[in-house]
């Protein structure tokens, strides 16, 4: 069931968007492959109570639902007889007390958390700072990130959520979701777009994994997750250990250091992963404190990236959160055309020191760069 009764901004703050039924079951189905019995199914961020609308693989198991939002509650009440529903705030005095659950019982916690990072730009300008009151140990800048950090505090046997894949991909994320991922080994994965939800991201997909989580005492590496193959609903198989990035070859951010001797005379906006890439600059003329200037032997690797920009908005969404990749060989053996193309795409940052480029000479590096991504994404794209 959709949210009827938030605004847009409500939902945004809150991270209301419901789960289609679909999705519950298909996150069912992966815990079943690999769960042990349970006495207590948990979700604390539950809205209408969409993972219990969904048969649970189990039997005599208790169901409690909690949510912050007391409107959503009493829809779940009235739609759910058989769970317990509480109006409280996950992030909050977190401890197993507060939901009635004893320290001896299997609790799994299921649902799909809030995810709201606020210093991310995207609907920046109807984020509020602070979404809700939460426990200094779990603060975070995403909600969904302090959703993880506040299950390993009640020590479920399980976990199943549904989360970006961006908490497990990009290293910054998985730094902050430690405490978690020192305890819980991830069992089951299966990377879903964004679309497959109603209302959200219409355009822009971005990566979503279905999670299942267990308690043990090795937990999950970002080794394990750099090793990883992860399939995605669509059949789609993936990994990050599958490409070389380019940021193992160039600066992605300005170094703190750096500073225009005037020697460079190429600049290039901040990079950050192929979505940003889609939406951001790259050659550009002024300086920012998201400036990059680009040391003249390395010029074709950053003519590289701004191409690369072109060729990703065919890339399938689960490749959204990755760097961006390269076939160092590869590259080196066509990079002028690389050059070739950057030249033509921005004649007011290259006219100083290049000739216009001749159409043939550009067809044909267009030729040679088109059939060196074709196999880069072989299989993916
Ligand atoms: C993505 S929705 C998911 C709802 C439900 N689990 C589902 O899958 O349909 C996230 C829910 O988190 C709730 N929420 C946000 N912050 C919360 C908090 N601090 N404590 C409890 N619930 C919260 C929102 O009200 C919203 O209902």
């Given at each position: 069931m959709d949210v009827a009764h938030l605004s847009f901004r409500e939902k945004t703050n809150l991270g209301s968007f419901y789960t289609p039924s679909r999705l519950v079951g298909l996150a069912y189905d992966l815990f079943a492959r690999v769960s042990g019995a349970v006495d207590v199914v948990l979700d604390s961020s539950c809205g209408y109570g969409a993972f219990f609308s969904v048969p649970f693989p189990q039997k005599n198991v208790r169901f409690i639902g909690a949510d912050i939002d007391e409107v959503a509650l009493n829809v779940a009440t009235e739609n759910f007889s058989r769970v317990h529903f509480l109006h409280e705030n996950?992030?909050?005095?977190?401890?197993?007390e507060k939901y009635g659950i004893f320290s001896h019982e299997r609790l799994v916690i299921v649902g799909n958390p809030p995810y709201n990072d606020?210093?991310?730009?995207?609907?920046?300008?109807?984020?509020?700072?602070?979404p809700c009151e939460m426990d200094s140990d779990v603060r975070t800048r995403d909600l969904g990130i302090s959703f993880l950090l506040s299950f390993e505090k009640l020590s479920p046997e399980y976990v199943v959520v549904l989360h970006p894949l961006s908490y497990l991909i990009k290293q910054a994320n998985f730094k902050l979701l430690e405490p978690f991922m020192r305890k819980y080994a991830l069992r089951e994965a299966l990377v879903l777009n964004?679309?497959?939800?109603?209302?959200?991201?219409k355009n822009n997909g971005f990566p979503i994994v279905v999670a299942v989580y267990e308690r043990n005492t090795f937990g999950t590496t970002y080794t394990d997750i750099v090793r990883r193959r992860f399939m995605t609903l669509e059949g789609v198989s993936f990994s990050i250990s599958d490409y070389d990035y380019v940021c193992r070859y160039i600066s992605k951010y300005p170094s703190r250091?750096?500073?225009?001797?005037?020697?460079?005379?190429y600049k290039f906006f901040t990079m950050r992963d192929v979505n940003a890439l889609k939406r951001s600059r790259t050659f550009i003329s002024d300086d920012t404190a998201n400036t990059i200037y680009i040391p003249t032997e390395k010029l074709e690797l950053y003519c590289y990236v701004d191409i690369f920009k072109d060729y990703?908005?065919?890339?399938?969404?689960?490749?959204?959160?990755?760097?961006v990749m390269i076939n160092r060989d590869e590259f080196e053996k066509i990079k002028n055309d690389f050059l070739v193309l950057s030249i033509e795409k921005h004649p007011e940052i290259f006219s100083e020191e290049f000739l216009p480029v001749p159409k043939d000479v550009s067809n044909r590096a267009f030729r040679r760069v088109d059939f060196y991504f074709k196999n880069l994404f072989k299989g993916v794209a």
């Open positions: 996950a992030l909050k005095n977190i401890n197993r606020v210093t991310s730009r995207v609907k920046n300008h109807i984020k509020r700072e602070n964004s679309r497959e939800f109603s209302d959200t991201s250091f750096q500073r225009n001797t005037g020697i460079s005379r990703s908005q065919k890339l399938p969404y689960f490749l959204g959160n990755f760097d």
